[in-house]
């Protein structure tokens, strides 16, 4: 329901972006009675879709190759986040709460789980963000050949 939501949040603002960046460039031919209407193409809303900004605009910097390589990486990546985060989970979270599902329910016992969780929880939580936000959107980036990402080089 998270990832659902998440994605559902990640739509509502690319549409909004789309809607606030032509509404007025259709206003204004309208109102200049133009004869032709700047309305973007499918092709563009799509790419816009899929591209790792929030910000639309008709034309984005573009690489002049995909470097498999780099791709091929940032999916290893991931996939090593994400095993780690689950060994991290299975060996550090999971054996606290274990004993306490067979216990009588006692209020030191459930903070001692907790706080003894944190630590994972918060390495589990770095790992996640790693995974999705650097690895994950800069593999697809790479993919669409996506060169906004090096503003910094």
């Given at each position: 329901a998270a990832v659902l939501l998440a994605l559902q949040v990640r739509l509502v603002m690319k549409a909004h972006s789309f809607i606030r960046e032509n509404v007025p460039r259709v206003l204004s031919?309208?109102?200049?009675?133009s004869s032709t209407v700047p309305i973007p193409r499918i092709s563009q809303y799509l790419y816009f879709l899929f591209a790792p900004t929030?910000?639309?605009r008709d034309?984005?910097?573009?690489n002049p190759t995909i470097r498999w390589g780099y791709v091929a990486t940032k999916f290893a990546q991931?996939?090593?986040s994400l095993f780690y985060a689950y060994y991290?989970?299975?060996r550090l979270c999971i054996p606290q709460f274990r004993n306490s599902s067979q216990?009588?329910?006692?209020?030191?016992?459930?903070v001692l789980c907790i706080f003894n969780s944190i630590l994972p929880g918060v390495l589990i939580l770095?790992?996640?963000f790693f995974a999705f936000l650097h690895c994950w959107l800069?593999?697809?980036a790479e993919m669409l050949r996506f060169a906004d990402r090096m503003f910094y080089k």
């Open positions: 031919s309208v109102k200049d009675k929030l910000i639309y034309n984005y910097p573009r991931v996939l090593g991290i989970f299975v216990e009588t329910f006692n209020l030191r016992g459930l770095f790992l996640v800069n593999a697809f």
